[in-house]
Antibody, heavy 119, light 110 residues
């Protein structure tokens, strides 16, 4: 079965960077794009960007351009999301979510990674 | 890209039907049939309930249905059950080759 397993919670200081991983299993890694979505405490879902695991090509939401970098390691079926210049407003749960192979949705989700930014 | 507009809350009694709206623009909801809906229970990851406006993934109850008219999509839950109490989010693909979520709706079963 499809599984997306994310790395553990992180606590970072303002101005630092964080790198969250998402290890995929149960399907052909290169056949499905991967999204990153975040959710601040008590708030809604916010789309951050998407990566093509086959080519490494990315597309980021305008809000995150210049601060987010999404990469992948095909040898371990893992995608990464690195967010820099952290501010308190970046405190959120970060999710990876697989895109369906045939249409544009988020068909499987990781368990989420809480990133706390605090001095 | 502004979030799609959803009502903050919707409630209903067990067995009733409720509908959640999701309003966007011709650049997202109105321009593509790539509207999907997600259910999120507290402390859990979202779960796909409807994709491509009106399709249900395998395993999702047929009490959930979706539709779209113009720039507004809708999710209907029929035969409301206690387990349906959760937050619901719509999402759409956009003309900028990006994605946008709705503001979210809290469903309460009275």
């Amino acid at each position: 079965q499809v599984q997306l397993v994310q790395s553990g919670a992180e606590v970072k200081k303002p101005g630092a960077s964080v790198k969250v991983s998402c290890k995929a299993s149960g399907y052909t890694f290169s056949s499905h794009y991967m999204h990153w979505v975040r959710q601040a405490p008590g708030q809604g879902l916010e789309w951050m960007g998407i990566i093509n695991p086959s080519s490494g090509n990315t597309n980021y939401a305008q809000k995150f351009q210049g601060t987010v970098t999404m990469t992948r390691d095909t040898s371990t079926s893992t995608v990464y999301m690195e967010l820099g210049s952290l501010r308190s407003e970046d405190t959120a749960v970060y999710y990876c979510a697989r895109r369906s192979a045939i249409t544009r949705n988020f068909d499987h989700w990781g368990q989420g990674t809480l990133v706390t930014v605090s001095s | 890209q502004s979030a799609l507009t959803q009502p903050a809350s919707v409630s209903g009694s067990p067995g009733q039907s409720i509908t959640i709206s999701c309003t966007g623009s011709s650049s997202d909801v109105g321009g593509y049939n790539y509207v999907s809906w997600y259910q999120q229970h507290p402390g859990k990851a979202p779960k796909l309930m409807i994709y491509d406006v009106s399709n249900r993934p395998s395993g999702v109850s047929n009490r959930f249905s979706g539709s779209k008219s113009g720039n507004t999509a809708s999710l209907t839950i029929s035969g409301l059950q206690a387990e349906d109490e959760a937050d619901y989010y719509c999402s759409s693909y956009t003309s900028s080759n990006t994605y946008v979520f709705g503001t979210g709706t809290k469903v309460t079963v009275l």
